[in-house]
């Protein structure tokens, strides 16, 4: 059973576009976040939701929204996508305050 | 600003070595938690340390906190290329929102064993 699942895993789109990652969690955990690794593997953290509640919001462009229907789902959605948002979306969970935090296996976002 | 500082970046080495990978601050952390991530895959937690001068082993690996918990160090005996990877490092700062489960993440060592 995969504990922290996204969709798409790899996305290749044209600039300006509109797309939307998935991302479910099983493991009854109160938080989840999205994490951006760009390509020199640096893994920062764009939003963070516990009980379905933004509580961390980083400098990201409005561009990028994110949505939690419920604790068990965060979706990040991202408008007019542009080259530099080209890198490898982790949505994650964990359950506070243990911070053990659990990654899915990232969507693999191309912009061309 | 780069809260946590990995070294080496890059390391290259041959089956059998011994290997020690270095994450420094100058922020006490709350918490320190390494991960290691494979090509294709999210980062994988190994270990979280939590007290300070904490020794943690996990078969070949050693992780050890440092006193003031500003610093932490993961080494490898006998290195295998089953170890081949990127290894990450990830602290929960004290009073900056840990209880909220934030944490900052080091550049990452890249680890290379060749057999």
């Known amino acids: 059973d995969t504990a922290v699942s996204q969709t798409p895993k790899y996305l290749v789109t044209q600039m300006g576009n509109d797309k939307s990652i998935k991302c479910e969690q099983n493991?009854?955990?109160?938080?989840m976040y999205w994490y951006k690794q760009d390509s020199k593997k640096f893994l920062k953290i764009m939003f963070s939701?516990?009980?379905?509640?933004?509580?961390i919001n980083e400098t990201v462009p409005n561009r990028f929204s994110p949505k939690s229907p419920d604790k068990a789902h965060l979706n990040l959605h991202i408008n007019s996508l542009e080259l530099g948002d080209s890198a490898v979306y982790f949505c994650?969970?964990?359950?506070?305050?243990?911070?053990?935090?659990?990654f899915g296996e990232g969507s693999w976002l191309t912009v061309v | 600003t780069q809260l946590l500082e990995q070294s080496p970046q890059f390391l290259s080495i041959q089956e059998g070595e011994n290997l020690t990978v270095y994450c420094n601050s100058s922020?006490?952390?709350?918490?320190l938690q390494w991960y290691r991530q494979e090509p294709g895959e999210g980062p994988v937690l190994l270990v979280t340390?939590?007290?300070?001068?904490e020794v943690k082993k996990l078969k070949r690996l050693t992780f050890q906190f440092g006193d003031a918990r500003k610093d932490s160090s993961l080494h490898i005996t006998a290195a295998q290329p089953g170890d081949t990877g990127l290894y990450l490092c990830?602290?929960?700062?004290?009073?900056?929102?840990?209880?909220?489960?934030?944490?900052?993440f080091g550049r990452g060592t890249q680890l290379t064993v060749w057999p």
């Open positions: 939701y516990n009980n379905k509640e933004l509580i």
């Open positions: 994650a969970s964990s359950q506070v305050p243990t911070n053990t935090i659990y």
């Open positions: 493991l009854g955990h109160d938080t």
């Open positions: 990830a602290g929960a700062v004290v009073g900056r929102g840990s209880t909220l489960g934030r944490l900052y």
């Open positions: 340390v939590v007290t300070g001068g």
């Open positions: 922020s006490v952390f709350s918490s």
